[in-house]
């Protein structure tokens, strides 16, 4: 096992804490330089695994409302946490994209059976909803007065021109 490295269970593992006394005063004290504890660090490795904040806690050795406190008040915990799931949502997203010409074809074939209708049906369902077409109101929509399309492209380019001094400011 690498140094630093403590075996939780189902083949986790976690940094180990140098000191206990340091995980005493982790614990009580918040951390003001804006770096995470080697208990948060923990905690985070465990939530994005898909731990429960139970879970966590007893991994790294603190109550259970402790990290949900680190969830819901602590913002450079919330911050690595949410950098750290975009960073696997990311990887699962590359997977995903890799798969969807696999997807379209068994859908295509699937389309193509003459066999079974009920089939055929099914694949035809999940191509409408996979473009977003299934259930959609599809008649044509807007204004068919000039005057009421000025008025809306002139109220929208207000709404960007207001975002734009707000998010200047």
Same mark, same amino acid.
């Given at each position: ?33 804006? %770096? &995470? ?5 923990? $905690?985070?490795?465990? #939530?994005?695994?898909?731990?429960? +904040?139970? @879970? ?38 590359? %997977? &995903? ?5 696999? $997807?379209?074809?068994? #859908?295509?074939?699937?389309?193509? +059976?003459? @066999? ?54």
């Amino acid at each position: 096992m690498a140094a630093g490295l403590t075996s939780v269970s189902c083949g986790v593992f976690v940094r180990s804490m140098t000191d206990p006394k340091e995980e005493v005063l982790s614990m009580a004290k918040p951390d003001k330089t804006g %770096q &995470l504890t080697v208990q948060q660090e923990n $905690a985070i490795d465990l #939530l994005v695994q898909g731990r429960s +904040d139970r @879970e966590a806690a007893e991994a790294v050795g603190v109550a259970r409302q402790t990290v949900t406190t680190w969830r819901n008040s602590n913002a450079e915990f919330v911050a690595e946490l949410n950098r750290r799931r975009q960073e696997v949502w990311g990887s699962q997203v590359e %997977q &995903l994209k890799h798969l969807v010409a696999r $997807a379209v074809q068994v #859908l295509a074939e699937d389309l193509d +059976d003459v @066999e079974d209708k009920a089939l055929r049906q099914r694949a035809a369902v999940h191509i409408l909803r996979a473009v977003g077409l299934y259930g959609a109101n599809l008649a044509p929509a807007g204004a068919t007065d000039s005057e009421a399309i000025k008025l809306e492209w002139a109220k929208e380019q207000h709404m960007k021109n207001t975002e734009r001094m707000l998010y200047a400011s």
